[in-house]
């Protein structure tokens, strides 16, 4: 359908409709002046289109009378006032259903009809939308191309040939020709008349981009993008804005990412680190055996790592910032934690015990804190002998009541000094070995520089503090609490074994980097291992006893 607007040119409004009034494709557009013609010509178009998918599907199709171009007496026609032309009444046949259009059934649904016609009307007509615009091309010619074009239409004027072919074949409209010419002799010239800001936005590629990123790459990404356009234009004469900049690290696929630190390897640890690796993948754990990490931790009454949540009226109140005595002196305790492999068919969830790195201490004065004589715990300082007497006497009494199935239980350390330094491995080794009534303890030390080797310090210690960080920890006492409480509750089987299979993973990945740590983060493990953790934590069914 046509409509006028007052003196802007026509709107063409298309609907193909197949079937029981199934739309398939409807589109609108605005025509500029002296593009009456354009619509006849877009209708047309799209009602050959309709007139193929109708053939194909069964549908009365249109004659060919019905699809003839309208000239400009048609069109003018088409766009007069609608009260000029009125609808004819409709017969009694069509008013009650007995036209023979009316009684002819559809042998397609109109579903399956939309399914099988969709796409190509929807693209023909949003091809017929773009051949009938207004005449004019789409491309912005460089002067060159500009010239070439004048020159290619005046030599087929001269042999009396149409310049619409020469239009086409250039990628314009064919009344590209007849404002080159007006500009030609109104400027006597073909240069471009557009000023300012106009045009393409600039895109860094190629060559340039390479600049962009041996630029990032020399200041370690720490640079602004409002840096790096001074640092194009200062070092390459590139002028561009930070925006440019921005949409360039975008279409390359850069990503920030936290600055997080590694330990420092030499080669002899990335030795240790690939043979230990090797060791830990390709050997099975016995299910008969059990296998236990652990590790130290400090817990702050205050973490700075995590934003909160500030809503407009606790904001007038105050910034949200919590108020401490020092910042350098955040009050913290240690605690000593011990993670083993769920076995759920023996009754194991995985956890052995957390034990807080404290003395009993008896206060000597009365003070705001304490009353003379109240026996209350102090922090003390991890030293070897401390450390020895909490796995003599603390540890391993809780991994033989934990796993009383187990033959033996491995326990990995690290290899700090308080838990290799004065011979206290060998003092441990011995007290594990000569138990008599439950599992022997064997004590083994991870590689030296290699945190990520053991689970507690890869992932339990960090989704541990991040869930006790969302509590509201005052004092000591409070934190001491709600670690314990965080540590019962948090962590289920089916969440350890996650994470023990997370550290497979890593210790494969370290075996693939020759001992090295600058590989990337496996994540898709932890989806994988659900699978297995529901069939290692599934119960062991007992034998069928005979009735």
């Not at 789409?138 to 500009?146: A, G, P």
């Not at 008969?288 to 009226?313: G, M, N």
Request: glycine fraction near 8%; aromatic fraction near 6%; hydrophobic fraction near 35%.
């Amino acid at each position: 359908g046509l409509r006028q607007r007052e003196s802007r040119g026509a709107t063409l409004s298309v609907f193909l409709n197949f079937g029981k009034n199934v739309v398939v494709a409807h589109s609108e557009t605005h025509l500029g002046r002296g593009g009456t013609h354009a619509c006849g010509v877009m209708a047309a178009k799209l009602a050959r289109c309709a007139m193929g998918m109708a053939s194909s599907v069964g549908e009365e199709v249109p004659t060919q009378e019905d699809l003839e171009v309208p000239t400009e007496g048609d069109a003018s026609e088409m766009m007069s006032p609608p009260n000029s032309r009125k609808r004819a009444r409709r017969t009694k046949e069509e008013c009650h259903g007995n036209a023979a259009s009316r009684t002819r059934k559809s042998t397609r649904s109109p579903a399956a009809l939309v399914g099988r016609a969709f796409l190509t009307v929807a693209a023909a007509a949003i091809g017929c939308l773009q051949d009938a615009g207004g005449g004019r091309g789409t491309r912005n010619l460089t002067t060159d191309e500009k010239w070439a074009f004048v020159s290619d239409c005046r030599v087929a004027i001269s042999k009396g040939e149409k310049t619409g072919k020469v239009a086409e074949k250039h990628g314009v409209g064919k009344n590209m020709y007849a404002r080159l010419e007006a500009q030609w002799h109104t400027t006597s010239s073909l240069e471009s008349q557009r000023v300012g800001n106009c045009g393409a936005k600039q895109i860094l590629v190629g060559a340039d981009l390479d600049k962009l990123r041996k630029i990032n790459q020399d200041c370690n990404g720490d640079k602004t993008f409002i840096e790096l356009a001074a640092e194009l234009k200062e070092k390459h004469q590139i002028v561009v804005s930070p925006e440019t900049v921005r949409c360039a690290t975008i279409r390359d696929h850069w990503r920030s990412v936290p600055k997080y630190t590694c330990p420092f390897l030499t080669e002899a640890n990335m030795e240790a680190r690939r043979v230990w690796a090797h060791q830990q993948t390709k050997d099975e754990w016995d299910p008969r055996d059990a296998h236990v990490d652990i590790d130290e931790k400090w817990f702050k009454t205050f973490s700075r790592k995590r934003k909160r949540k500030v809503d407009p009226l606790t904001e007038k109140a105050g910034v949200g910032r919590t108020p401490i005595h020092s910042k350098m002196h955040v009050p913290k305790v240690m605690f000593l934690c011990a993670i083993g492999v769920p076995n759920m068919a023996r009754g194991f969830n995985g956890k052995i015990g957390m034990w807080r790195c404290s003395a009993p201490y008896t206060a000597k004065r009365t003070s705001k804190y304490h009353k003379k004589g109240e026996v209350y715990e102090k922090d003390v300082n991890v030293d070897a002998e401390y450390f020895e007497d909490m796995m003599l006497n603390k540890v391993m009494p809780a991994l033989r009541a934990a796993m009383p199935w187990a033959r033996v239980i491995t326990v990995q350390m690290d290899n700090a000094t308080p838990h290799v330094g004065k011979g206290i491995v060998d003092t441990m080794q011995q007290a594990g070995m000569e138990y008599e009534t439950g599992p022997l303890i064997r004590i083994i030390a991870q590689p030296p520089n290699s945190p990520d080797c053991n689970l507690l310090d890869l992932a339990f210690f960090n989704s541990l503090a991040c869930q006790v960080s969302k509590r509201s920890t005052p004092n000591v006492d409070e934190l001491v609490k709600v670690v314990h409480e965080v540590y019962n509750t948090f962590h289920t089987p089916e969440k350890l074994m996650k994470l023990w299979a997370l550290k497979k993973a890593v210790l494969q990945r370290i075996a693939a980097n020759d001992g090295g740590n600058q590989f990337k983060m496996p994540h898709n493990v932890l989806g994988d291992a659900a699978k297995g953790a529901r069939q290692v934590l599934a119960p062991v069914n007992g034998p069928r006893t005979e009735r």
